[in-house]
Protein backbone atom coordinates (compact mmCIF):
# COMPACT_ATOMS: atom_id res chain seq x y z
CA UNK A 1 0.00 0.00 0.00
CA UNK A 2 1.39 3.63 -0.96
CA UNK A 3 0.13 6.88 0.30
CA UNK A 4 0.32 9.44 -2.13
CA UNK A 5 0.64 12.84 -0.66
CA UNK A 6 0.06 15.74 -3.09
CA UNK A 7 -0.34 19.66 -2.71
CA UNK A 8 3.03 21.45 -1.96
CA UNK A 9 4.54 24.27 -3.48
CA UNK A 10 6.12 27.63 -2.99
CA UNK A 11 3.95 29.92 -1.09
CA UNK A 12 4.97 33.57 0.72
CA UNK A 13 4.91 33.95 4.93
CA UNK A 14 1.53 34.31 5.93
CA UNK A 15 0.02 32.28 3.00
CA UNK A 16 -1.71 29.11 3.26
CA UNK A 17 -1.69 26.06 1.33
CA UNK A 18 -3.58 22.42 1.28
CA UNK A 19 -2.02 19.14 1.52
CA UNK A 20 -3.57 16.26 0.63
CA UNK A 21 -3.08 12.46 1.69
CA UNK A 22 -4.94 9.51 -0.58
CA UNK A 23 -4.03 5.28 -0.80
CA UNK A 24 -2.88 3.97 -3.66
CA UNK A 25 -4.01 0.49 -4.76
CA UNK A 26 -6.01 -1.98 -2.69
CA UNK A 27 -7.66 0.00 0.54
CA UNK A 28 -6.58 -0.86 3.43
CA UNK A 29 -7.45 -0.64 7.25
CA UNK A 30 -5.64 1.93 9.72
CA UNK A 31 -6.20 3.52 12.65
CA UNK A 32 -4.96 7.04 12.23
CA UNK A 33 -3.23 9.13 9.45
CA UNK A 34 -0.77 11.77 10.41
CA UNK A 35 1.33 14.37 8.72
CA UNK A 36 5.41 14.47 9.25
CA UNK A 37 7.95 16.89 8.14
CA UNK A 38 11.87 17.48 7.62
CA UNK A 39 13.37 20.22 7.04
CA UNK A 40 17.17 20.39 5.47
CA UNK A 41 19.49 19.46 8.06
CA UNK A 42 16.69 18.49 10.28
CA UNK A 43 15.64 15.33 11.70
CA UNK A 44 11.96 14.58 10.53
CA UNK A 45 9.50 15.58 13.20
CA UNK A 46 5.75 15.13 13.90
CA UNK A 47 3.07 18.00 12.60
CA UNK A 48 -0.42 16.19 13.02
CA UNK A 49 -2.71 13.01 13.41
CA UNK A 50 -5.94 12.51 12.86
CA UNK A 51 -7.43 9.12 13.46
CA UNK A 52 -10.11 7.48 10.92
CA UNK A 53 -13.24 6.36 13.41
CA UNK A 54 -13.54 9.45 16.01
CA UNK A 55 -11.61 12.16 14.20
CA UNK A 56 -9.57 12.48 17.00
CA UNK A 57 -6.45 15.02 16.45
CA UNK A 58 -3.15 16.07 17.86
CA UNK A 59 -0.83 18.78 16.82
CA UNK A 60 2.82 19.59 17.63
CA UNK A 61 3.40 22.64 19.41
CA UNK A 62 4.84 24.28 16.35
CA UNK A 63 1.33 24.23 14.52
CA UNK A 64 -1.43 23.91 16.94
CA UNK A 65 -4.08 26.86 15.85
CA UNK A 66 -2.16 27.26 12.34
CA UNK A 67 -2.84 23.53 10.48
CA UNK A 68 -6.21 21.78 10.77
CA UNK A 69 -6.22 17.95 9.85
CA UNK A 70 -9.10 16.82 8.99
CA UNK A 71 -9.95 13.24 7.27
CA UNK A 72 -12.69 12.17 4.05
CA UNK A 73 -14.00 9.24 4.74
CA UNK A 74 -15.44 8.19 1.62
CA UNK A 75 -12.38 9.19 -0.11
CA UNK A 76 -10.52 7.72 2.99
CA UNK A 77 -8.26 11.33 2.11
CA UNK A 78 -6.73 13.15 4.88
CA UNK A 79 -6.22 16.91 4.47
CA UNK A 80 -3.75 19.22 6.37
CA UNK A 81 -4.92 22.61 5.91
CA UNK A 82 -1.97 25.32 6.52
CA UNK A 83 -2.53 28.76 7.55
CA UNK A 84 -0.19 31.86 8.22
CA UNK A 85 2.70 30.10 7.15
CA UNK A 86 6.22 30.63 8.27
CA UNK A 87 9.51 30.50 7.04
CA UNK A 88 10.36 27.64 9.13
CA UNK A 89 7.57 25.36 8.14
CA UNK A 90 9.54 24.86 5.12
CA UNK A 91 10.23 21.82 4.75
CA UNK A 92 9.27 18.08 3.00
CA UNK A 93 6.21 16.68 3.94
CA UNK A 94 5.03 12.72 4.31
CA UNK A 95 1.99 11.52 4.98
CA UNK A 96 1.69 8.39 7.22
CA UNK A 97 -0.49 5.79 8.54
CA UNK A 98 -0.85 3.36 11.53
CA UNK A 99 -2.60 0.59 12.52
CA UNK A 100 -2.20 0.86 16.17
CA UNK A 101 -4.12 3.26 18.66
CA UNK A 102 -2.30 6.00 20.22
CA UNK A 103 -3.72 9.03 22.17
CA UNK A 104 -1.74 12.40 22.80
CA UNK A 105 2.02 11.83 22.61
CA UNK A 106 2.21 8.41 21.36
CA UNK A 107 0.89 9.11 18.48
CA UNK A 108 3.96 11.36 17.24
CA UNK A 109 6.41 8.20 17.19
CA UNK A 110 7.16 7.81 13.74
CA UNK A 111 8.62 3.86 14.30
CA UNK A 112 4.86 3.34 14.80
CA UNK A 113 3.57 4.46 11.41
CA UNK A 114 3.46 1.81 8.37
CA UNK A 115 2.70 3.24 5.44
CA UNK A 116 4.25 6.38 3.97
CA UNK A 117 3.58 8.43 1.36
CA UNK A 118 6.74 9.93 -0.91
CA UNK A 119 6.70 13.15 0.72
CA UNK A 120 5.49 17.06 -0.88
CA UNK A 121 7.98 19.61 -0.77
CA UNK A 122 6.62 23.08 1.04
CA UNK A 123 8.44 26.32 0.73
CA UNK A 124 7.68 29.05 2.28
CA UNK A 125 9.62 32.92 1.38
CA UNK A 126 9.68 34.91 4.17
Known amino acids: VQLQASGGGLVQAGGSLRLSCAPS????????TGWFRQAPGKEREFVAV????????YYTNAVEGRFTVSRDMAKTTVYLDMNSLKAEDTAVYYC????????????????????WGQGTQVTVSS
Open 25 to 32: GRAFGSYA
Open 96 to 115: ASREDYCSGYGCFREDEYKY
Open 50 to 57: ISWRAGRT
